[in-house]
């Protein structure tokens, strides 16, 4: 399995993004964060950049929300060409935005905000083969 070396988180609340930090430091995985604000910025980011290992989605953007981002991931084919794998965040717990994330081929798992460590840990084992200390 992949080691978890690089995630980006793509979620518009400053101060989520910060916790989510945080809370990535307290596990002491040692992986690079990138963060965007907007979905388009993180579509740019993945043209130029190579891919990352996770992303993190926060469904409820401005402009373009992650389902949109989804439909577009998956129309430049990224879902077929690369090994990233992207669970769904939100402050939504309604079974249907559960139901609907699933149907997206790379979207593994669908966490209610705010991530935790032991999210992060489950994620980790899970997905890249690594038992955490926490």
């Given at each position: 399995m992949a080691k978890l070396n690089n995630v980006l988180v793509i979620d518009d609340d400053d101060e989520y993004n910060f916790l989510t930090e945080d809370t990535f430091m307290d596990t002491e995985l040692e992986c690079n964060l990138v963060f965007k604000e907007m979905a388009q910025e993180a579509l740019d980011y993945?043209?130029?950049?190579?891919?990352?290992?996770?992303?993190?989605?926060?469904?409820?953007?401005?402009?373009?929300?992650?389902?949109?981002?989804?439909?577009?991931?998956?129309?430049?084919?990224?879902?077929?060409?690369?090994?990233?794998?992207?669970?769904?965040?939100?402050?939504?717990?309604?079974?249907?935005?559960?139901?609907?994330?699933k149907s997206y081929p790379k979207v593994v798992e669908y966490i209610e905000k705010p991530i935790s460590c032991d999210d992060i840990h489950e994620l980790h084992e899970k997905y890249f083969g690594a038992t955490t200390e926490g």
């Open positions: 993945l043209e130029e950049n190579s891919f990352p290992d996770l992303i993190l989605l926060d469904i409820n953007m401005p402009v373009m929300n992650g389902w949109e981002f989804l439909e577009e991931y998956q129309e430049r084919n990224y879902h077929t060409k690369h090994d990233t794998l992207i669970v769904m965040i939100s402050s939504s717990c309604y079974h249907e935005d559960r139901v609907k994330a």
